[in-house]
T-cell receptor
Framework: DTGVSQNPRHKITKRGQNVTFRCDPI?????LYWYRQTLGQGPEFLTY????????KSRLLSDRFSAERPKGSFSTLEIQRTEQGDSAMYLC???????????FGPGTRLTVT | GNSVTQMEGPVTLSEEAFLTINCTYT??????LFWYVQYPGEGLQLLLK?????DKGSNKGFEATYRKETTSFHLEKGSVQVSDSAVYFC??????????????FGTGTKLQVIP
């Protein structure tokens, strides 16, 4: 199966620590998206890449958050100085240029204590 | 801006019952509409889609019709199974909102099917 993969699946960290998540999209997909999902809510868009270019960032993405996709393949999402409010599921999705369908990974569940 | 409103859950049904989950949307352009399903502990899976008015998306016995006049995309299934227990998200993608395919999701409806 060559679906979207995310690592780690779970991360527990203490407030103030930095964390980094990785997403590997479907290999032929040049678009990559990050979403955040809190309990009982739908996913909320965070940011989007077309190849290596980050084309859009949501207002939800504070300056403590940074995302990269250096070679247009995998992407990383880093959260600096984590806060308890950052606790959520972080979802990655990918798509081609020619379809509206986004394929989601299993997510990384972050718990900030 | 774009938004999606779906009925609150949880919805509890007996096996083989008829399912309807209501979804309405607001969009500035001509969006594509989706239903995603999230099983416990898993990521979202695309269940079905419709890209223009009057299109019917269908998959695994689920159906939804894109109704532009009522801005709705209600999910239906004639006979639910225990394995359909999951959270269902209605969503839209509006190419007019920035020229890329950002998906706006509803808050989700939890479905529980009991034997």
């Amino acid at each position: 199966d060559t679906g979207v993969s995310q690592n780690p699946r779970h991360k527990i960290t203490k407030r103030g620590q930095n964390v980094t998540f990785r997403c590997d999209p479907i290999s032929e997909h040049n678009r990559l998206y990050w979403y955040r999902q809190t309990l009982g809510q739908g996913p909320e868009f965070l940011t989007y890449f077309q190849n290596e270019a980050q084309l859009e960032k949501s207002r939800l993405l504070s300056d403590r958050f940074s995302a990269e996709r250096p070679k247009g393949s995998f992407s990383t999402l880093e959260i600096q100085r984590t806060e308890q409010g950052d606790s959520a599921m972080y979802l990655c999705a990918s798509s081609t240029d020619t379809t509206y369908e986004q394929y989601f990974g299993p997510g990384t569940r972050l718990t900030v204590t | 801006g774009n938004s999606v409103t779906q009925m609150e859950g949880p919805v509890t049904l007996s096996e083989e019952a008829f399912l309807t989950i209501n979804c309405t949307y607001t969009a500035t352009g001509y969006p594509s509409l989706f239903w995603y399903v999230q099983y416990p502990g898993e990521g979202l899976q695309l269940l079905l889609k419709a890209t223009k008015a009057d299109d019917k998306g269908s998959n695994k016995g689920f159906e939804a019709t894109y109704r532009k006049e009522t801005t709705s995309f209600h999910l239906e299934k004639g006979s639910v199974q225990v394995s359909d227990s999951a959270v269902y998200f209605c969503a839209l993608s509006d190419p007019m909102s920035g020229g890329y395919q950002k998906v706006t999701f509803g808050t989700g409806t939890k479905l529980q099917v009991i034997p």
